[in-house]
């Protein structure tokens, strides 16, 4: 006997230790009172290079105290209300008990013989996902392990059903048009397929960093007068940094004009997919080819739990490898392998499953709605701040913008280098959570609101948190040198 090991000889000792591991979370959730501890990096290395890997506890209890200290009291805490950082949600209560009961009995969603109904189940979340999207009963998809995977299947397939299209078997030529808000992983799919270095062409986008169609229309046409294949267009369904949503019906329109694949990542905007307040915002994305949806971003889902969908079942044969010992061509049954990039896979579908039977989807769909009203709402509480600066209206749940120094100082460096300090001295301090990014090559603050439980007082107590360490930083003298350089705005072109 293994002791060890989860078998029906010690369910007992199963039961105990998960309801020991349960009550550490439990215990520690109660006490959170901001997203992360004040922690230094420091302490934390120093903690966890006090532990020796080879010197074991001796007990599961003993060891999950053990990781309560290092683990739970240090970790983020995506569900509290003043996280606002980057596209982490809070997480539905039935995906929790799925994902308990997935990891006890291990399935893997390869092949039928291992996973049976599992297979079922998750084929008919892909049909359930394809329907909401506008696809017809021969769209087809797989469970990944997020919007990366998804999109680098998607260019692959993309890939290969242009050599079909075209005939031809070196990729020199092919090119992938998409904006500079697309996200990071489409140019890095492009690199792992071996497409070459230039393969990822920029569409010029509007001022709120959509793709505009008529710079899509004229960059096809110069790219086809200079021999090239544009294998793809990757629009966007809620773009990481702005939350914008590119114009689909237009792209969808040029896309099947010009016999062009249309690829939609919906990776943040899927969650319209269960809005009763707002599904027009994706009109157009049933026209695409594929399609990137993660659960995990606005449907409450722990990670991982994303899919790729295709509109026509046959493109996902791109994806299929064969092997005598794990999906025999004789078999009779479906082996979801056929369809992956992966092999071993979770059944991450199941968190989904039990989620949509026991709240149903309108439920993940209005707290979606809540937080793009409380964008709005966010978005006019600082856009009547005098000192904040609101880089455009928003149309999800980001909102973009920054601190103005209150002696009246707009030169570009100043701007960046105190609005970076403010965020890093947010995190240092753990009380609250946001994130920044650059936008045309200047510094901006970034609150992206998945949570609704986050309140508007409790963003406008942010808001207020931010603009005391701003006035402290400034009060400092540190940023003296900054103020100096000559700049009279700050070039930026704000809503």
């Not at 799919?189 to 509007?206: E, F, H, N, Q």
């Not at 808001?463 to 400092?476: M, P």
Request: charge should be negative.
């Amino acid at each position: 006997m293994h002791p060890h090991l989860f078998s029906h000889r010690t369910v007992d000792d199963y039961d105990k230790q998960v309801r020991a591991a349960v009550e550490a979370v439990s215990s520690r959730i109660q006490a959170v009172r901001q997203p992360r501890t004040a922690a230094a990096p420091e302490q934390l290395q120093a903690l966890v290079d006090g532990i020796d890997l080879d010197r074991p506890t001796g007990d599961t209890f003993a060891a999950i105290d053990e990781a309560a200290s290092l683990y739970l009291e240090h970790a983020v805490w995506f569900h509290h209300p003043d996280y606002l950082a980057h596209l982490n949600c809070p997480v539905a209560l039935p995906a929790l008990a799925a994902d308990a009961i997935a990891s006890a009995v291990n399935t893997s969603v390869d092949t039928w013989d291992q996973s049976t109904s599992a297979t079922l189940m998750e084929q008919k979340l892909i049909t359930w996902t394809g329907a909401r999207i506008g696809f017809d009963e021969q769209c087809d998809g797989i469970f990944t392990s997020g919007g990366t995977q998804s999109n680098l299947q998607a260019m692959l397939l993309a890939r290969d059903e242009c050599r079909r299209r075209s005939g031809l078997r070196s990729t020199a030529g092919f090119c992938i048009l998409a904006t500079d808000q697309t996200h990071f992983s489409v140019a890095k799919a492009a690199g792992i397929l071996g497409l070459p270095d230039d393969a990822v062409r920029v569409v010029s986008t509007d001022r709120r960093g959509r793709m505009r169609p008529d710079a899509l229309t004229d960059l096809i046409s110069d790219l086809r007068a200079a021999g090239k294949s544009i294998m793809a267009v990757s629009a966007t369904a809620g773009t990481t940094d702005r939350g914008v949503i590119d114009p689909l019906p237009e792209l969808a329109a040029i896309c099947t004009r010009e016999g062009i694949w249309l690829h939609v990542d919906a990776a943040y905007g899927c969650g319209l997919l269960v809005s009763r307040q707002r599904r027009s915002w994706l009109d157009g994305i049933e026209r695409a080819d594929s399609v990137t949806v993660d659960y995990h971003k606005s449907f409450g889902q722990p990670v991982a739990c994303s899919a790729v969908l295709v509109r026509r079942a046959e493109t996902m044969q791109h994806a299929g490898w064969h092997a005598d010992y794990l999906n025999p061509a004789e078999s009779r049954h479906p082996n979801l392998v056929d369809k992956s990039l992966q092999t071993t896979r979770r059944f991450d579908a199941f968190k989904l499953w039990l989620t949509l039977r026991a709240t149903g989807p309108d439920l993940l769909g209005d707290a979606f709605d809540q937080v793009i009203d409380l964008a709005t709402g966010v978005a006019e509480l600082i856009d009547d701040d005098p000192v904040l600066e609101l880089l455009q209206e928003p149309t999800l749940s980001t909102v973009l913008f920054r601190y103005l120094p209150e002696d009246g100082s707009t030169g570009p460096r100043l701007l960046d280098a105190v609005n970076t300090r403010i965020r890093e001295e947010l995190f240092a301090s753990g009380r609250v959570l946001i994130a920044k990014t650059r936008i045309n090559g200047s510094s901006w603050l970034k609150l992206t609101l998945l949570n609704p439980e986050t309140g508007i007082d409790g963003i406008a107590s942010a808001l207020e948190l931010i603009k005391w360490t701003g006035r402290r930083l400034i009060g400092s003298g540190e940023f003296v040198d900054c103020s100096s350089d000559g700049a009279d705005g700050t070039g930026i072109e704000a809503a």
